[in-house]
């Protein structure tokens, strides 16, 4: 590239030609030396959707997100952008963000923005400056870091992102530091750029109900696999205190806290076939495929449960206790 050439940032208001992505994920499948983090996962996202992915600590959301953009490699499985392989594992129009906003301490915010993008400095600082103002920052492009809150260096690191026109914007948690009320309006930030340059973005956050008011769809990962995917069918902007919001926000976390959403390997189907009351511990005895188990569980937990005789049900067992649950599966 020559000096005076330079990327294009994005035009103000105006959407790109094909700016969302389509990903296919098929097979993937990621270990860390003997532990295998993702066991075989697929998912395919349409070009231009807001993807919510929520889960447990561990599950595998963040792995998804760095093996997507390229920072981890695969171990077995594919992913494919608008139906190719990316070239070396990595897609130059993809970007992400991550909780922190690593900034450079050293460098203005403009210099921060404008990381990574060639051409003459006017030229990139003209770009620059006009992403700052975007996300409201370009009265502050002359300070450093430091100056700032967590929300303003998350808007810098948003405006490093966009600077670069990416087809597919990768969110690692990028709110989860703020407070409350910056948290909303990062939120409507984020959202009012997606729409207005409809490229493909993914989200991951603990938060249910963030992922219910940003996303198009929320994807539950539980032990390296998805095990709920539901469209969220509500007009935008939506609402915390919407029925709908709450609704869907309670199925996706209804099945996070569940015992069908725990480690599989650690799951026995099965229907009681004895029950031996104590205080404060019970024996209950369980006929599986394999066998008999007996099982010692709190008295408490039958009381909450209508853990009967013939009861099909989950025994889900932990290193230090066993749980039970009615199997809404045998219905």
């Avoid at 969302?20 to 295998?36: H, T």
């Avoid at 511990?281 to 010692?296: M, P």
């Avoid at 449960?305 to 206790?321: D, G, I, M, R």
Wanted: aromatic letters at 4%; hydrophobic letters at 40%.
């Amino acid at each position: 590239m020559g000096d005076g050439a330079m990327e294009k940032p994005f035009p103000r208001g105006k959407r790109l030609e094909g700016a969302g992505i389509r990903v296919r994920i098929d097979g993937l499948v990621k270990r860390f030396g003997g532990r295998e983090v993702l066991r075989g996962l697929n998912l395919e996202i349409p070009p231009g959707e807001f993807v919510s992915i929520v889960g447990r600590s561990g599950c595998g959301k963040s792995t998804l997100l760095r093996l997507l953009a390229g920072l981890e490699d695969i171990s077995s499985g594919t992913v494919d952008f608008d139906g190719s392989p990316p070239k070396n594992g990595y897609r130059e129009d993809a970007r992400i963000m991550f909780q922190d906003s690593r900034l450079l301490p050293w460098r203005t915010i403009v210099e921060n923005t404008a990381i990574g993008l060639a051409g003459k400095k006017e030229n990139v600082r003209a770009c620059a400056l006009d992403v700052l103002k975007q996300v409201g920052l370009a009265d502050r492009a002359d300070d450093w870091p430091g100056r700032l809150s967590g929300g303003q260096r998350q808007r810098v690191a948003l405006a490093r992102a966009l600077i670069h026109r990416p087809r597919l914007l990768l969110l690692d948690e990028p709110l989860g530091a703020l407070d409350a009320l910056t948290r909303l309006e990062m939120q409507r930030l984020i959202e009012n750029i997606w729409k207005r340059y409809e490229f493909t973005a993914v989200l991951v956050t603990h938060d249910v109900a963030e992922a219910v008011i940003l996303g198009d769809r929320i994807v539950l990962i539980e032990d390296g696999l998805i095990t709920f995917d539901e469209k969220v069918a509500l007009p935008r902007p939506r609402e915390y205190g919407q029925s709908e919001v709450a609704a869907i926000g309670r199925r996706a976390l209804d099945r996070i806290m569940s015992v069908n959403s725990l480690n599989v390997r650690n799951q026995v189907k099965g229907k009681i076939v004895d029950i031996q009351l104590g205080q404060p511990l019970s024996e209950v005895v369980i006929e599986a495929a394999g066998g008999f188990i007996a099982a010692t569980v709190s008295s408490r937990s039958l009381s909450e449960q209508p853990l009967e005789l013939e009861t099909e049900v989950l025994a889900f067992f932990k290193s230090n206790e066993v749980i039970l649950a009615v199997n809404s599966g045998s219905e």
